[in-house]
T-cell receptor
Framework: AQTVTQSQPEMSVQEAETVTLSCTYDTSESDYYLFWYKQPPSRQMILVIRQEAYKQQNATENRFSVNFQKAAKSFSLKISDSQLGDAAMYFCALASGSARQLTFGSGTQLTVLP | NAGVTQTPKFQVLKTGQSMTLQCAQDMNHEYMSWYRQDPGMGLRLIHYSVGAGITDQGEVPNGYNVSRSTTEDFPLRLLSAAPSQTSVYFC??????????????FGPGTRLTVT
């Protein structure tokens, strides 16, 4: 079984500042993918960034980047220059092996303060 | 492309009633799945399908039924609704091959309340 843990139920950040959301995971598979999804109040699940486990280089998408520590099974999301539109629930998710089911963490509610 | 669509957006049921949540995708994705989202628990997999005619159970399948007669559609049936099935339901799909096979596209969700 695979698990994903997000230990920060809530976080806040000042507009234009940087914030890091934490995620740890566990899987016995060697081939797996990690994702961060954003869920704004509209409820839509939006893919923010993904990381293939076999890639050592950390993924980056504009203001979003990850710190992937494979040995520590850690996958944190850094949001730079935070904007009011970044306020949302953020979910860390893991997919591995031949199955494509996503296992989600419990989420981190991010508030951006003006 | 409309992507992944779900109907209805909201639904209220009485205990014991049955209903079907509809999900459709127009991206020719092989893989489709249903998740439920409960407060503080993230999303949990109910059922999934790797292609037309093939379905399997996820983490929380009890009380739900699925079928996949076409590539495009993947309805979720609640056989006899219970208050414990009050939740937000998401349908998702993904392409079959390559590194994109794990990247799932989500529908807008259905908020279901069972009284």
């Amino acid at each position: 079984a695979q698990t994903v843990t997000q230990s920060q139920p809530e976080m806040s950040v000042q507009e234009a500042e940087t914030v890091t959301l934490s995620c740890t995971y566990d899987t016995s598979e060697s081939d797996y993918y990690l994702f961060w999804y954003k869920q704004p109040p509209s409820r839509q699940m939006i893919l923010v960034i993904r990381q293939e486990a076999y890639k050592q280089q950390n993924a980056t998408e504009n203001r979003f980047s990850v710190n992937f520590q494979k040995a520590a099974k850690s996958f944190s999301l850094k949001i730079s220059d935070s904007q009011l539109g970044d306020a949302a629930m953020y979910f860390c998710a893991l997919a591995s092996g031949s199955a494509r089911q996503l296992t989600f963490g419990s989420g981190t509610q991010l508030t951006v303060l003006p | 492309n409309a992507g992944v669509t779900q109907t209805p957006k909201f639904q209220v049921l009485k205990t014991g009633q049955s209903m079907t949540l509809q999900c459709a995708q127009d991206m020719n994705h092989e893989y489709m799945s249903w998740y439920r989202q409960d407060p503080g628990m993230g999303l949990r997999l109910i059922h999934y399908s790797v292609g037309a005619g093939i379905t399997d159970q996820g983490e929380v399948p009890n009380g739900y039924n699925v079928s996949r007669s076409t590539t495009e559609d993947f309805p979720l049936r609640l056989l006899s609704a219970a208050p414990s099935q009050t939740s937000v339901y998401f349908c998702a799909s993904s392409y079959g091959v390559g590194t994109s096979r794990y990247e799932q596209y989500f529908g807008p969700g259905t908020r279901l309340t069972v009284t």
